[in-house]
């Protein structure tokens, strides 16, 4: 009775210490799993969300009932960044990008989604933001990048953005609606 007593309660510590094992493992998974979810989410050059973030965050708040709140939706590109690249490198080209993550960043609020578009195009979505204060804001961004100087290879590079601005619901009242008015925005803002 005593061995097998002492054999049982062996037995019992070694599966407490076997449960102790499996729910750290369980929550390495767990936590990976969420590195996962984030990384898919995310530019991996500047930090930034991706579009297919965009994509969901967007569908999410116009999909709100019954109306979704006024936002405004911002369509950043770096003005001539082919030739940065083509005079440069595409190093270069990288560092301009991640500089203009930073300065994004810096001027948006927490409520705000930045996002990487797509090679030299950014959108920020700010959710309760009217037009005219976007503008605003969009001026702010815009003045702070052209303030910046870029070192690239010996030489100091002064960069600009053009910026296209669309509301919701005053301008469109779906996506891909913002989408096509911020565009036309963005290419009234290069020309």
């Known amino acids: 009775a005593y061995l097998r007593s ?14 102790r094992q499996l729910q750290q493992k369980l929550t390495e998974i767990h936590d990976l799993q969420i590195q996962l979810r984030e990384l898919a989410h995310r530019d991996p050059l500047t930090g930034l969300y991706n579009r297919r973030h965009l994509d969901s965050e967007l569908a999410r708040i116009l999909g709100e009932e019954p109306l979704a709140p006024a936002l405004s939706l911002l369509l950043i590109d770096i003005d001539h960044f082919k030739r940065i690249n083509d005079q440069f490198g595409h190093q270069a080209g990288d560092q301009v990008l991640a500089r203009l993550a930073g300065v994004l960043t810096s001027h948006c609020r ?17 959710p309760e933001v009217a037009p005219a204060l976007a503008q605003q804001r969009a001026e702010r961004i815009r003045e702070a990048f052209a303030g910046m100087e870029v070192r690239l290879l010996q030489r100091r590079l002064k960069v600009t953005l053009s910026i296209g601005l669309a509301g919701y619901p005053g301008h469109a009242l779906t996506a891909e609606g913002l989408f096509r008015c911020a565009d ?5 803002a290069k020309a």
Do not use: H, N, W
């Open 110 to 126: 927490k409520d705000d989604v930045i996002c990487r578009y797509g090679g030299e195009e950014f959108v920020i979505i700010m």
């Open 184 to 188: 036309q925005a963005l290419y009234q």
């Open 6 to 19: 002492r054999s049982l309660r062996r037995t019992r510590e070694q599966l407490r210490q076997s449960g």
